[in-house]
């Protein structure tokens, strides 16, 4: 049969991927894509992640199988390729931490026995670039966020998912159909907080103007030079926020969270401090061992 | 289907028949599925069987009741309705089966009607009304008829009734090729064949791509249409060619109903420019160091090509990649030429490197390292759903003013 049409890469911060656990197939065939709802209505069966990848683990016994974490200014995600990702697996085994990639993958989610749903990325290819695309991406994943809280709130002032049920509304102000649809679903499942996000896309623009205000000079340096950006603190603070904030906990350790509480700032220097950050999100994310994560809630 | 089969039980129910639905159901199945007769067409024989079955002669058409609906209404074919129109143009049939065509309309549209020869049904004259009973509807790509046959009958009314604009997509209509913006429409075309491609089925007689001065189009020509060949670098009137859609792309048709004729004039032809900014996000297989067939020029796979069998093969170094702005994906064609500056490698440097690591695949993994992730800005004609990339240019890095003007969006978003 002729072609299918390619899946768009949708850019979501890790922020607002790691609080998406909504995922649906269009029609019960096994080879219906799979998509993933997102709390602000993106329906992504692909997304395209730029950050930077703070640490990486072969989790596998014979069979390699790489974990790495990627981070960008309002978070920090898994990222996950194995012997049928060979191409991701052996970049992923290739980069050392810290260092700018660019991630293509599908998001998956993963149900833990106690109902626990964690999103990672299975990587279809994985590659170290520069500071600049790394910018390119905030940028531009910002604006699409905006994109998508502007749409969610145009659908609830038209009424919220009553006028999505009653389809009137709809007819009179026709945005796509099945972006309403997607927003219907995420406002049903999450029913968000769009201040949150909004506030994510602006922590992330403010990293990204402390980014691009330095003095090009040292960006030009190396790429060492440049590791600190989107790393360590600034994604956990959002972290922090995120699961602190959060009704429901989704980790035992909530005494780590405090551990992470530090002042906010993205323009702080390479240093222990931020590795600090880094390793002490570790523990708050540690043990949680292979791919299939199974931990019980063992309060 | 199941509106189908509950037609036929109701239609037996009035001559007394009871069937079993399933057996309906099975037999109209039989029908369309494996022997494909039309919808309408396998209801009216499944009824017959049925009543054979039981004795009974086919009831005669008439006196079957059939509904009285507005031309805007007809959403399904095989249905067996009353219209009160208005005939609004009447063509010249194209066959001797057809004694009259054309179009009628009332208040909710306008609709192609059929009179069969065989209908032995007086002639209908322009402007005037009627009352067309037990006309049965019909669908072919996507657009509605109705049919008069034997059983149909023909009064005029004595009040006009008020007919429709003719919609433009009604009748065919001369086009530009960037004017196309709907399937299944039947138009006129002045374009010149621009490309002739390698059909992939033999069902298709020719194709390949036509242009006009607004833009190219990819067209089919089926081979059941017995049209002869279309010769590259011509131009044509095309007449009565339907446009067809996929994933977002058009082409044209080219049927048993279509026809073209040599024009003296050359048409110019304008390749429609595109440009696209994006991350690239896949280089496809099929990119980097290559062989193509020295008879036609596609690429070997494992040294065998499609059509010319086993070659020796030509080398050449090419990208495909897709880009992507997290709104939709642009594939796109690199030639040698800008592959080279680009990913700064002369094709003979990747040759030794292929030879060196005794796999084609490393100059693709290298062009991946290269440009995967990072963000393009390319233009060129688009063919098909290619943009061949003329122009590629790395994206400038962020600046300050950009980050401000997203950071004022973010603080009216809500």
Redesign the interface.
């Known amino acids: 049969m002729?072609?299918?049409?390619?899946?768009?890469?949708?850019?979501i911060f890790a922020s607002e991927l790691r609080d998406s656990d909504l995922s649906f197939r269009e029609n019960e065939d096994q080879y219906a894509p799979l998509y993933l709802i997102t709390p602000t209505g993106a329906r992504c069966n692909?997304v395209?992640l730029?950050g930077t990848l703070t640490e990486k683990d072969n989790l596998g016994d014979d069979v390699e199988y790489w974990r790495g974490r990627v981070a960008d200014p309002t978070g920090s995600i898994f990222v996950y390729a194995g012997q049928y990702q060979p191409?991701a697996a052996q970049a992923l085994s290739g980069t050392e931490p810290p260092a700018f990639?660019?991630?293509?993958g599908k998001p998956s989610v993963y149900e833990t026995e106690d109902g626990t749903r964690l999103i990672s990325v299975r990587a279809?290819?994985i590659?170290?670039?520069d500071a600049?695309?790394r910018?390119?991406?905030?940028?531009?994943?910002?604006?699409?966020t905006?994109d998508r809280?502007?749409a969610f709130?145009a659908f609830l002032e038209m009424g919220g998912s009553d006028a999505f049920s009653s389809g009137d509304e709809l007819l009179k102000k026709p945005p796509a159909p099945e972006d309403v649809a997607d927003i219907g679903k995420a406002h049903l499942h999450y029913s968000p907080d769009?201040?949150r996000y909004?506030q994510m896309?602006?922590k992330a623009?403010?990293a990204?103007?402390g980014e691009?205000?330095e003095p090009r000079s040292e960006a030009a340096d190396s790429k060492a030079e440049r590791r600190k950006a989107g790393s360590g603190r600034s994604g956990t603070a959002w972290d922090e926020e995120a699961f602190g904030g959060g009704p429901e906990e989704r980790e035992e350790d909530t005494g780590d969270i405090e551990d992470l509480e530090g002042p906010f700032n993205f323009d702080e220097d390479e240093g222990s401090g931020e590795v600090g950050g880094i390793e002490e999100e570790e523990v708050f994310f540690g043990g949680r061992g292979k791919a299939a994560p199974k931990k019980s809630r063992g309060r | 289907m199941k509106a189908a089969v509950e037609q036929i039980l109701a239609r037996l129910r009035d001559q007394k028949v009871d069937v079993p639905a399933d057996e309906v159901e099975s037999r109209m199945r039989l029908l369309v599925e494996k022997f494909g007769v039309p919808e309408g067409e396998a209801t009216r024989s499944v009824v017959n069987y049925f009543l054979k079955e039981h004795g009974i002669a086919p009831a005669p058409f008439a006196a079957r009741k059939s509904e009285c609906l507005k031309v805007g209404e007809i959403n399904n074919p095989g249905r067996w309705i009353d219209l009160e129109a208005k005939v609004v143009e009447l063509w010249e049939p194209t066959s001797s089966a057809i004694s009259q065509t054309g179009l009628i309309g009332d208040e909710t549209g306008t609709i192609k009607f059929v009179k069969w020869t065989k209908s032995e049904l007086p002639d209908m004259e322009l402007g005037k009304s009627y009352l067309l009973k037990n006309v049965v509807t019909d669908e072919f790509q996507g657009r509605f008829s109705v049919k008069l046959n034997r059983t149909s009958g023909i009064e005029e009314l004595a009040s006009e009734v008020e007919a429709a604009e003719v919609q433009a997509g009604g009748q065919v209509q001369e086009m530009k090729i960037s004017e196309i913006s709907e399937p299944a429409r039947w138009i006129d075309l002045r374009a010149k064949v621009v490309q002739l491609w390698d059909p992939t089925s033999e069902a298709i007689s020719q194709t390949g791509l036509i242009g006009d001065d607004s833009g190219v189009i990819k067209f089919v020509k089926w081979a059941k249409s017995e049209l002869p060949d279309l010769v590259e670098g011509e131009s044509y009137l095309f007449k009565n060619v339907v446009t067809d859609e996929f994933e977002g792309r058009f082409s044209v048709k080219l049927n048993r109903t279509s026809g073209f004729e040599p024009l003296e004039e050359a048409i110019e032809v304008s390749p429609q420019e595109a440009k696209f900014t994006g991350a690239i996000v896949d280089v496809q297989k099929g990119s980097g160091l290559i062989k193509r067939c020295p008879v036609c020029r596609r690429m070997l796979t494992k040294g065998i090509c499609g059509e010319h069998g086993k070659q020796e093969g030509t080398y050449d170094l090419r990208i495909k990649a897709v880009l992507d702005d997290g709104l939709k994906v642009q594939e796109v064609l690199i030639n040698r030429e800008r592959t080279e500056s680009l990913v700064g490698i002369s094709m003979e440097e990747a040759k030794t490197m292929a030879m060196e690591a005794l796999d084609h695949e490393v100059v693709r993994g290298m062009i991946g390292e290269i440009l995967l992730g990072r963000y393009y800005t390319v233009s060129g004609p688009t063919v098909d759903r290619y943009i061949l990339v003329e122009t590629i240019s790395p994206v400038p890095p962020v600046n300050a003013q950009e980050a401000d003007l997203l950071a004022e969006r973010a603080e009216e978003v809500i």
């Open positions: 002729a072609g299918f049409a390619r899946e768009v890469a949708r850019r692909r395209l730029v191409d990639v660019a991630v293509v279809e290819s590659q170290r670039v600049d695309t910018d390119r991406w905030v940028l531009e994943s910002a604006a699409r905006l809280l502007e709130k769009l201040e909004r896309v602006v623009l403010f990204l103007k691009i205000s």
